[in-house]
Nanobody, 125 residues
Framework: QVQLVESGGGSVQAGGSLRLSCVVS????????MGWFRQAPGKEPEGVAV????????YYADSVTGRFTISQDNAKNTVYLQMNSLKPEDTAMYHC??????????????????WGQGTQVTVSS
C-alpha cells in the first residue's frame, strides 16, 4: 500500500548541489520516520539523514552533517534531501525509506520499512 518514488538524482561536479525528492503515498502514522539511505558499490548501506515526522527532529551521518538537510512538505506528501558541497565520496544510489522509529537516530526499523526504487547520484571531481 505504501509507495515511495524518488527523483532528483543525477551527475554533478564536486562542490555542486542536488535536491532529492521522495513522494510518499499511503503513508501511515506507524511509519513515524522518513530517511535517506545510500549505498555505493563495494560499501555497506549507510543511513544519511532521518527525520522524525512526529516531532521534526533529525539525524545526520557525520559524513554529511553541515552539508545535507532533510525536510518534509506535508501538503505534498514529500520529503527532500538538499545536498550541498557534494564530494565524490557522496556518489551512491540514494534510497528513501519510511519506517517505524523511536527517534530520528533510531535507524534499526528501516530494514522492516518501505523503500523506494532509488535515484543515482554521481559526483565527479
Amino acid at each position: 500500500q505504501v509507495q515511495l518514488v524518488e527523483s532528483g538524482g543525477g551527475s554533478v561536479q564536486a562542490g555542486g548541489s542536488l535536491r532529492l525528492s521522495c513522494v510518499v503515498s499511503g503513508y501511515s502514522r506507524s511509519s513515524n520516520c522518513m530517511g535517506w539511505f545510500r549505498q555505493a558499490p563495494g560499501k555497506e548501506p549507510e543511513g544519511v539523514a532521518v527525520i522524525y515526522t512526529g516531532g521534526g527532529s533529525t539525524y545526520y551521518a557525520d559524513s554529511v552533517t553541515g552539508r545535507f538537510t532533510i525536510s518534509q512538505d506535508n501538503a505534498k506528501n514529500t520529503v527532500y534531501l538538499q545536498m550541498n558541497s557534494l564530494k565524490p565520496e557522496d556518489t551512491a544510489m540514494y534510497h528513501c525509506a519510511a519506517f517505524v522509529c523511536d527517534g530520528a537516530s533510531d535507524l534499526e526499523g528501516a530494514r522492516f520499512g518501505y523503500w523506494g526504487q532509488g535515484t543515482q547520484v554521481t559526483v565527479s571531481s
